[in-house]
């Protein structure tokens, strides 16, 4: 059986999550840090090594208003680049307030600030990979 990833993307960092064999289950995986604006494919690469993926969910930052806004539009290029890259198939995912309910589990969670900062995008990742499970285990 193949995983599921989940992919936050933001300006700075990528948030990644990965889904149990069974695809009941999100677990965070890493943060990588967009150096000299890269898309982080190398690192994501190594860290799927001998993986079985079977394909990508990426959070696409849709507005409250429901319009696509210019993050969006980043990560609609990123999408596209991340394509070309991987062999995977790649589904886009609302990922209207992943971030906030991220924010919420690790302050439930007590974990001091400095620490929720190191954890917020891969915990972002696995509450939009962990929305898109549900969403596919309720058919």
Do not use: C
């Amino acid at each position: 059986m193949a995983y599921y990833v989940g992919i936050d993307v933001g300006d700075v960092r990528i948030g990644l999550s990965i889904s149990d064999k069974t695809k009941k289950i999100a677990f965070p995986l890493n943060v990588i840090n967009r150096e000299n604006n890269s898309f982080g494919f190398n690192k994501i690469k190594k860290l799927l090594e001998g993986k079985e993926v079977e394909a990508f969910v990426v959070g696409l930052p849709i507005r409250s208003d429901g319009v696509l806004g210019e993050q969006g539009k980043k990560v609609l290029q990123y999408i596209e680049s991340l394509k070309g890259y991987f062999p995977y198939e790649v589904i886009t995912w609302d990922e209207r307030y992943s971030t906030a309910l991220a924010e919420k589990y690790l302050l439930e969670s007590k974990i001091k600030r400095e620490n929720r900062r190191k954890l917020i995008d891969k915990v972002a990742a696995q509450v939009i990979l962990q929305s898109f499970l549900d969403h596919l285990n309720k058919k």
